[in-house]
């Protein structure tokens, strides 16, 4: 399959590396300079029109302010295609108001697709082709949302949950270096255990994990005990609280 990607930035790139395994993709962003194609199979350009009107499928990875322009360019040119629209809040009514001959999906993803590793989550009102969804499965987990607020709601958990994770693992590498261990074996061991723990809990209860290695008067209780202290766990809920509130102001406009 020929799959035009339009909004080549730091979203679309990811999703490139994960579809190029399988299908050829024509990227476009606004500027070439200083852009190096990842692969053979991606070819660049500033033209819109001509990377859609030459695709198979479509992928919007471009910023909400400029959506409505790009939909403008380029909707003579995607009947009978499907449009994947990563963009993040604009409904698909919104899309299909101007993409009235192509069939319209809504998905959220994060950078981890360029790894295979993204939990992604669609919702469509179209009959779909079965080739077009399994466009995800190269990108990692698949979800399909049962309505478009459940969709925006996981934009958080999907979209922006990497870069809290990332916060955590930080303060791992922070912590390791606080206590002696040098910069490249704290992040290593950080990672590891990320891992590992969520490897293991996917077969476990996670009080259950807690109550294994929680011994008393130990080293786990001394730990747990201290960030109970300083609220870490609210601190995290309140954190993504606070991220999926930040969903209606941009609905609001």
Do not use: W
């Not at 909004?7 to 999703?15: D, E, F, H």
């Not at 209860?205 to 001394?222: H, N, Q, S, V």
């Amino acid at each position: 399959m020929r799959i035009a990607i339009v909004g080549y930035g730091n979203l679309g790139n990811a999703l490139a590396k994960s579809l190029i395994k399988k299908h050829e993709i024509i990227a476009t962003k606004r500027e070439l300079e200083n852009i190096k194609s990842i692969s053979k199979k991606i070819e660049v350009t500033t033209d819109n029109v001509y990377a859609v009107k030459n695709s198979d499928c479509v992928i919007l990875t471009v910023k909400s302010k400029g959506l409505k322009t790009v939909l403008d360019e380029v909707k003579d040119n995607v009947k009978d295609k499907t449009v994947i629209s990563f963009v993040a809040f604009v409904r698909l009514d919104e899309i299909k108001e101007q993409l009235k001959q192509a069939k319209v999906v809504r998905a959220m993803g994060n950078v981890c697709a360029e790894i295979g590793k993204s939990f992604t989550v669609y919702y469509t009102e179209d009959d779909v082709d079965d080739k077009v969804i399994d466009l995800f499965s190269l990108m990692g987990r698949v979800y399909k949302a049962k309505s478009e607020e459940e969709l925006d709601l996981m934009t958080v958990f999907s979209g922006s949950a990497p870069a809290f994770v990332a916060k955590l693992i930080n303060a791992f590498v922070f912590a390791g270096l606080k206590c002696g261990l040098n910069a490249e074996l704290s992040k290593e061991v950080a990672l590891s255990i990320f891992e590992s723990t969520s490897k293991i809990l996917e077969n476990m209860k996670i009080e259950d994990l807690t109550k294994r290695i929680t011994t008393p008067a130990g080293t786990t209780i001394e730990g747990l005990v201290t960030m109970e202290k300083y609220g870490v766990e609210f601190g995290i809920v309140d954190s993504i609280t606070k991220a999926v509130e930040k969903i209606s102001k941009f609905k609001k406009g």
